[in-house]
């Protein structure tokens, strides 16, 4: 080697922390355990032993706190917490054992004797005592607190075991794993002062690199004799073991086969899943994150999940085409609302509903109130035109009436069947015999004119829109259908045809009509709305939502509202589902949004960490901050959306450019 190559390999090395020399060159399945690190190809390790722990803090989730705290430091670092232990039997009946126990007793007694007969000032500065016999010691507080810790551990230790408990010799080490040798450095600094700030001790692995890979191996058996180049053990009881074990973490026990998984828990490195069965209330998620930040891509994880534990998924995918690349997990039956390939929901059908003495009213109710608001949106009332509150009564009257003329009544449920025929334009002539209702103010007569020429526009048999509505779906082409995706293909623009707004509430009808008949297997619904915010009725929309997750029909729906900012929340049209969300999941919003969620929604915690995703977006590719409430838990934490490699390509829904 030259001595220009060999001042260049040292300038990279410095330059890089180490890294280049000690990582860069091994192979992938390569380990180097050098002086005070642990190299492998892509990452560098460095090792803690804790050496001390007062025993007043053996009541804390240790390997929480820690992981916790340093992962809000250092995100970029991982941290694993390991316990090494050997059981052991103590002899605390026995005389070398008593005596002990008498001696710290005796000490620390006499010391606070010492202690207490001092003045404040003496307190304060320290001072030496002389005891009795002439020996003299210097009174420190400190000094006080370690003997009473003392006594303390022996007492304790004494009556734990005395009523059962077990006890053992017990190593535990920290490791800190970066990228580089730098990150592992920083966090190292930081480590200390998480450390101290619970009273826990703790001191770096130098020299002993590879014993500690040999006693701390995956596949090496507890050793019987600790290898003496360790520093000192610990005794630990059982209970301490488990203040110290990782039980409580989420991912590791909990939720059970039954809980949707969404990630990776970013700080813990294990399965971030949500058990939301437990609750009797509706869930409804705010997936938020601007256009690029993985929302779509966290919704595909959620929906697989649901799926996968035997739950339904609805999407209404209003680009198009972006659902539809989960066929290759999944097959699901895809319904197409475009104008090249027309369908609509008959709302005034009955007849395909499981009907039972009781849900047979909330039916006829439900069909009554879904036509009512479906028409509302075909009239689209404008500013100045009239009350919309006198339209909607006259609406709910005609089609009331209509059923009854029809001979349906909501007390014969074998009269549904009727409604199999029932066509929207059958409304229209009885909404025009209510302009001659004595009981309607001159107002409400002016309304019924006005909806009865809108409507004869959609719904009349030479309506503009009639071949709209020939093509229908029933709630029995998609009941038994584990997973529906309504197509759009609106990728270009808002949706600003009246037409496409009320398809899409016919598709938030269907679901609703699935909800009902689900209910009665005990299954649920998770349905996937993207992107409702281009709809020009967007408030109507979320009012119909609101309906979905209050109240009787509640209690198995589970709405992931995707939305790429929160100005369309912001209305007073959209207070009622602002209200209504149980659990906040945010990527990389922009500024405005992270005040919103600060000032509006009142989320300090999930406002701090996305300023933390703006400044480190990197770090926190495809992460989102969750705030989580589903009525039984209710806990903060970060997530990582991740996926087999093959199936992340395929789910890709945008073009990337190498």
Not at 89 to 96: H, P, Q, V
Not at 103 to 125: H, L
Not at 385 to 413: F, H
Request: glycine letters at 6%; charged letters at 25%; proline letters at 3%.
């Amino acid at each position: 080697m030259k001595l220009l190559d060999m001042y260049s390999w040292m300038l990279a090395n410095w330059l890089n922390g180490g890294t280049f020399s000690n990582a860069g060159r091994l192979k992938s399945t390569s380990i180097n355990p050098a002086y005070d690190m642990i190299y492998t190809k892509g990452k560098v390790r460095r090792v803690f032993q804790i050496i001390g722990i007062k025993p007043i803090n053996m009541d804390m989730a240790f390997v929480d706190y820690i992981r916790n705290r340093m992962f809000d430091l250092h995100p970029e670092v991982e941290v694993n917490i390991e316990l090494l232990e050997y059981p052991t039997n103590l002899e605390i009946n026995s005389d070398k054992y008593r005596r002990a126990m008498n001696r710290a007793d005796s000490s620390y007694q006499e010391y606070r004797d010492a202690w207490e007969s001092q003045g404040a000032v003496d307190r304060m500065a320290g001072r030496t005592y002389r005891l009795p016999g002439g020996r003299s010691i210097r009174l420190t507080k400190e000094k006080m607190e370690s003997l009473s810790h003392i006594a303390t551990s022996y007492t304790y230790l004494y009556k734990y075991i005395s009523s059962g408990g077990t006890c053992a010799q017990t190593k535990v080490f920290i490791e800190i794993i970066g990228p580089d040798k730098r990150s592992v450095k920083r966090a190292e600094a930081d480590l200390y002062g998480v450390l101290g700030a619970v009273n826990i001790g703790a001191q770096a692995l130098r020299g002993i690199s590879k014993a500690y890979l040999t006693e701390m191996g995956a596949a090496t058996p507890i050793p019987k004799t600790l290898t003496k180049k360790f520093l000192p053990q610990l005794l630990f009881s059982d209970e301490n073991t488990a203040a110290f074990s990782t039980y409580k973490s989420r991912g590791l026990v909990g939720g059970g086969a039954g809980a949707l998984l969404l990630g990776m828990d970013y700080r813990s490195r294990l399965p971030f899943s949500i058990d939301i069965f437990k609750s009797a209330g509706a869930q409804v998620f705010m997936l938020l994150g601007k256009t690029g930040s993985g929302k779509t891509y966290a919704a595909f994880q959620a929906a697989l999940s649901a799926l996968a534990i035997g739950e339904y998924v609805t999407a209404i995918d209003i680009k198009g085409r972006e659902w539809s690349q989960l066929t290759p997990a999944v097959k699901p039956k895809i319904v197409t609302f475009d104008d090249r390939n027309p369908s609509f929901v008959n709302t005034l059908r009955l007849d395909d509903f499981d009907l039972t003495e009781n849900n047979v009213g909330e039916l006829f109710n439900t069909a009554v109130k879904g036509t009512t608001m479906l028409f509302m949106l075909a009239i689209n009332i404008q500013p100045g035109e009239g009350n919309p509150t006198d339209t909607e009564l006259v609406i709910r009257e005609a089609v009331s009436k209509m059923y009854s003329m029809k001979g349906i009544d909501p007390s014969n449920p074998s009269s549904f069947k009727l409604s199999k025929d029932l066509h929207y334009a059958d409304v229209l002539p009885v909404l025009e015999s209510l302009q001659t209702t004595q009981t309607y103010t001159e107002e409400q007569r002016k309304m019924v004119s006005l909806a009865r020429a809108r409507l004869n526009n959609y719904f009349g048999d030479s309506g503009m829109f009639a071949d709209a509505f020939r093509n229908e779906i029933s709630l029995g082409d998609i009941l038994d259908s584990k997973f529906v995706i309504y197509e759009f293909n609106k990728n270009q623009g808002a949706m600003t045809d009246s037409l496409d707004v009320i398809r899409v509430f016919m598709v938030q009808y269907l679901d609703s009509k699935k909800k009902a008949m689900l209910k009665l297997k005990n299954k649920f619904l998770f349905c996937f709305y993207e992107e409702l915010q281009r709809c020009d009725a967007f408030g109507s929309l979320l009012q119909y939502i609101c309906g979905d997750v209050t109240g009787s029909r509640s209690n198995n729906a589970v709405i992931f509202l995707l939305l790429n900012s929160l100005r369309v929340l912001q209305g007073k049209e959209a207070q009622d589902i602002r209200s209504n969300i149980t659990s906040f999941l945010v990527g990389y919003v922009e500024d405005n949004d992270i005040r919103s969620i600060r000032e509006d929604f009142g989320k300090d915690w999930l406002a701090d960490q996305l300023q933390l995703f703006a400044s480190k977006q990197q770090i926190y590719r495809n992460c989102f901050a969750a705030v989580v409430d589903t009525g039984v838990d209710n806990f903060e934490t970060v997530y990582k959306v991740v996926l087999p490699q093959e199936l992340s390509e395929k789910f890709r829904t945008r073009t990337v450019k190498e």
